[in-house]
């Protein structure tokens, strides 16, 4: 198949708000073309609409729905920094210490200087 049919296919779903269609479209086209610079617009769309997502499901209290779409957030956007500690709150959260100190060691390694990620850290300890 030609790259460009999955690329416009998945916009056609996006604009469809069928995010899940998307999605699985622009994964084929990864497997045919993983350095589409359409591809990586795309993946920029699906970092913002999982990142917001996860934030407002943090908000209303949905952990588990929290948990899933910041995962699919640093998926798509592995090096920013306010996903990976946002993810490690929300593990906090719920009580999973180990993934927690995970992302918030992962926020560390991109940004040495984040305060927030050093309080999740020493909370962890206390």
């Known amino acids: 198949m030609y790259t ?3 690329l416009n296919l998945g ?9 899940r269609s998307a999605e699985a479209v622009w994964d084929t086209a990864r497997s045919l073309d993983p350095n589409s610079t ?3 617009q795309y993946e920029q769309y699906l970092f913002d609409l999982y990142y917001r997502s996860g ?13 899933s779409d910041l995962r699919k957030a640093v998926r798509y956007g592995s090096l920013k920094v306010d996903a ?3 993810l490690g709150g929300a593990y906090f959260t719920t009580g999973d210490t180990a993934e927690a100190r995970t992302c918030w060691e992962r926020t560390l390694q991109l940004d040495p200087r984040n305060m927030a990620a050093q309080q999740g850290l ?3 300890r206390r």
Do not use: Q
């Open 4 to 6: 460009p049919n999955f």
């Open 11 to 19: 916009a056609a779903y996006s604009r469809l708000d069928d995010v």
């Open 38 to 40: 359409l591809l990586k």
């Open 55 to 67: 934030l407002k499901a943090g908000v209303d209290k949905d952990n588990a729905k929290a948990i």
């Open 84 to 86: 990976w500690y946002n």
């Open 122 to 124: 020493a909370a962890l």
